[in-house]
């Protein structure tokens, strides 16, 4: 077997499995390849060229991610919410909530996410999955504003565009 990136290929021990964790499997940042003569995108733009990618580059995000929906549509009193992408992760046996945002990392982008993760753990989490995680994608962080208001069932992590 022939391998073109021998370099950056990490192994995974079968019997270390158990003790990964989310921030083992989140690539920081993620790679998105995009025409060269695009400087600035709005989310939904974001939102396509993530999808595009996911068939060829689906490991740009990490490992042991499965597709459950883009634009994952709730309804919580008859108003209706979409979750940018909701994952399984099977590595964690737990759903990955990911919502984008294409600007700096702002401290009320966390309360989104955390909405929605308490969401999916209520509504669509089985008693034998672990707890969901939510993953907030952002242009740049601050990782001293990270430190404060975060919780342990929620991580950021950047994107870079890439021609």
Known sequence: MSFKDKENITLIENNNKN????????KD?????????????????LH?????MLENRFLELGTGFA????????????????????FFNVNLNCYIVVELKTKEYNPKDIGQLQFYVSYVDKNLK??????????????????????????????????????
């Open 67 to 86: 597709l459950i929906g883009h634009e994952y549509k709730i309804m919580i009193n008859n108003h209706t919410y979409r979750i940018d992408l909701l």
């Open 48 to 52: 396509k060229y993530i999808i595009s």
């Open 126 to 163: 089985l008693k034998n999955h672990n707890k969901t995680i939510g993953l907030l994608i952002v242009k740049k962080k601050d990782k001293y504003v990270i430190e404060y208001v975060t919780n342990e069932d929620i991580y950021v992590t950047t994107y870079k565009l890439i021609v």
């Open 29 to 45: 940042p993620i790679l998105i390849k995009v025409d060269s003569n695009v400087n600035k995108l709005d989310e939904k733009a």
């Open 19 to 26: 003790n990964l964790t989310i921030e083992d499997m989140i």
